[in-house]
Nanobody
Framework: QVQLVESGGGLVQAGGSLRLSCAAS????????MGWYRQAPGKERELVAV????????NYADSVKGRFTISRDNAKNTVYLQMNSLKPEDTAVYYC????????WGQGTQVTVSS
């Protein structure tokens, strides 16, 4: 099973930027489509962005289109989420996922956007 470790979360003012990273280990990284989910307090977990195994296709939630960019570096076994023009409603725990039949979750990283 693949193991995932997220980093890069923190506190930022509205309009600012953060880049989340997710380092994968344990299995062949290029087998997996990768995704980022988030869960805000009192809300259901939602898919933010996904990228295919070779990085040729991406998909985004409508709420983040044009502001967030998912990318991956298969040589480093790492997937990224660049978040620009952050809004207070982006405040959530962000989870990295590896998708290959089943979904493997990271432990999550907190992103807090102040107004």
């Amino acid at each position: 099973q693949v193991q995932l470790v997220e980093s890069g979360g923190g506190l930022v003012q509205a309009g600012g930027s953060l880049r989340l990273s997710c380092a994968a280990s344990g299995r062949t990284f290029t087998n997996y489509n990768m995704g980022w989910y988030r869960q805000a307090p009192g809300k259901e977990r939602e898919l933010v962005a996904v990228i295919t195994s070779a990085g040729e296709r991406t998909n985004y939630a409508d709420s983040v289109k044009g502001r967030f960019t998912i990318s991956r570096d298969n040589a480093k076994n790492t997937v990224y989420l660049q978040m620009n023009s952050l809004k207070p409603e982006d405040t959530a725990v962000y989870y990295c996922t590896a998708i290959y039949g089943t979904i493997t979750w990271g432990q999550g990283t907190q992103v807090t956007v102040s107004s």
